[in-house]
Each structure stands twice: as C-alpha cells, then as structure tokens.
C-alpha cells in the first residue's frame, strides 16, 4: 500500500517536483498517442531517422503526410493537464518539466521551466548546415510546390503525422534548404535517433535537485524518459505516475494513478484561497538559463553534442 493518501498527497508532500510529460498529456488536445493500456504500438512503428536520413521514398513519404498532419497539430490548444501543470510551477512547486512531446503545448499554456526533451514539430533543421526555421515557413513552400496535395485529407496520427495510406507519393516534392541546399528534418528527435547529451546532462542536474519526480501520461517504454525514473530510484526520491495502463516502471512508483491526466491533476485548478487567508511560504523565484529550450535556435551559449 503507498504512503501516500492520494496524488494531492504527494504534490503537498514535495515542493521541488521533476515532472515528466508524454503523449497521454496531449490526448485530449486531439493529439494521439502511440501506445496502448498495455504499452504496445497501436499502429505501424514510427519512421526511423536511419530510413528518414537514407532513402528518398521515406522522406517523401513523411513529409506529405506531414502536409496533412501539420494543420491539425499547428491547431491543437492546450487542455486542463497543460494549464494544471503550468498552475503548479506558478506555486513555485516544479523544479523542472521535462516533456517528449514536441507539440509545445506546455509552453502555450504558461510553463516556462521545462526542456523539450524530443525537440520542436514546429522548427525544421537543415542536416547539412544546422539552420533552424520555422515549420510554417517550410508548410508554404509544400504547399506552393504540391498545390493537387492541399485537398487531400486523412486520420490524425501522433506528432503531425497522418495516415495517408494509398497515396502515391513519388511525385510529391520536398524542397532543400534554401541557404546550402541540405536535406531538411523536423527538429525533433526520431525513432533510433540520440536525445542531445546536454539535454540529458541538463535535465539530470535539475533532477539531481528535485525532492520527488512525477510522470504525467508517459508509459515510459521508451528509454529517453525511462532512464530519469532509474536516477530518481538510485537517489532514494519518490516516483509518482498517472498514466491509464501499464508504464515500464510501475515496480519503481511510489504512487501511481490510473486516470486521464487532466482529470487526475483537476484538483490544481481549483480556485486560489481568497485573498487574506494563510498562504504556504513561497520559495524565492528560481531563474536559470537552463531553461532554454535547447531545441530553440541558439541565441545563449554553444550547445555541446549529442549522444544517448
């Protein structure tokens, strides 16, 4: 039986949380998820950044169903999880959010002390010379370039993709960067592709000051977010997870909460105590410039390599 009477508990138990956020955050934003209740794939495997970066057929492939799939996710507003979440770091109580969502969605609803551990869906990197732009800017060009492709419409799927099956994609064309003419990637982090070191490095030392760390709709079957439940399990601090199904570290949780994530965290949304009753002592106000999006364009210091 867990120590802890109920999440409410353990959020009032720890000031300094590190919380990890996964695709069940954005669900009901209208942002599908990739796995099931049990933390197996409910469609085909992701594309793979070795296929993505080698054959033409899959960037093709992938980029006109992200024509498709862009619109929606470039639509999706934040939901009660998002706003709840952004409530608690208001109350000083997050030490760091780190999220392998890439729809920035934490951010649009006020979170400022986070990482994108998995990158932006809505920056693109050239591969060649490392320009940053925005995805908008790339979605004209698609769409001046592939004008009968603009009527199509398909199934959302996962991170701005959609599933386009039937389409015959070897006409569509993919432009190359306009500054080298490099080959051009979502600035995210594929499948079989390596987080950035210093994303990892950074999110660990904040974790490393945390009192307890909270996963919020991740079934953590991806070792890029499972590998911080490991750290907090050999520091001795709490691990609490609302997830709806199985996560790869249940035997880890000190609490876990089976319900969708804006429910579970709804009690963060009550109304503020009314003015003049008892407060909680406030921690002094934390700034860091680790808290730079280390996805974003580089406008601070050089950002070291990447790694596992």
């Known amino acids: ?155 959302e799927a996962p991170d701005g993709d959609a599933d386009l099956e039937g389409a015959d994609f070897s006409a569509f064309v993919v432009p190359a960067c306009r500054r080298c003419g490099g080959l ?14 210093d994303r990892v490095d950074a999110a660990f030392r904040h974790l490393d000051q945390a009192d307890a760390m909270l996963v919020v709709g991740s079934s953590l079957m991806v070792y890029s977010g499972f590998r911080f439940v490991e750290r907090a399990a050999g520091l001795g601090k709490p691990v609490a997870a609302i997830n709806l199904g199985r996560t790869r570290a249940d035997a880890r949780l000190a609490l876990k909460v089976e319900e969708a994530c804006e429910s579970a965290l709804s009690f963060l949304l009550s109304p503020e105590p009314a003015s003049g009753s008892i407060q909680p002592a406030r921690l002094r106000p934390y700034r860091s410039s680790a808290f730079v999006s280390p996805a974003e364009p580089r406008r601070s210091r050089q950002q070291p390599g990447a790694d596992n």
Not at 32 to 46: C, I, L, M, S, T
Not at 85 to 110: C, F, K, M, P
Not at 135 to 147: I, S, T, V, W
Not at 184 to 197: A, I, M, Q, S, Y
Request: hydrophobic share 40%; charged share 30%; proline share 4%.
């Open 184 to 197: 051009l990637k979502p600035d995210v982090v594929f499948f079989g592709e390596n987080v950035p070191r």
């Open 1 to 155: 039986m867990s120590e802890y009477a109920s999440l409410e508990d353990f959020i009032a138990r720890h000031r300094r949380l590190f919380i990890l956020t996964g695709a069940g955050c954005s669900t009901r934003s209208g942002i599908p998820d990739y796995r099931d209740a049990d933390g197996q794939w409910k469609r085909a495997r992701p594309v793979t950044y070795q296929a993505f970066m080698s054959e033409d057929k899959t960037r093709r492939r992938y980029w006109a169903r992200s024509l498709i799939g862009w619109r929606r996710v470039r639509g999706a507003e934040p939901n009660d999880a998002h706003r709840a979440l952004a409530r608690l770091e208001a109350r000083d109580s997050v030490e760091l959010l780190i999220t392998q969502n890439v729809d920035r969605l934490h951010q649009a609803a006020g979170s400022a002390r986070m990482i994108d551990l998995h990158g932006r869906i809505d920056l693109v990197r050239c591969m060649a010379c490392g320009r940053r732009s925005p995805r908008e800017e790339l979605q004209k060009e698609f769409a001046r370039l592939n004008p009968d492709w603009l009527d199509l419409d398909a199934a």
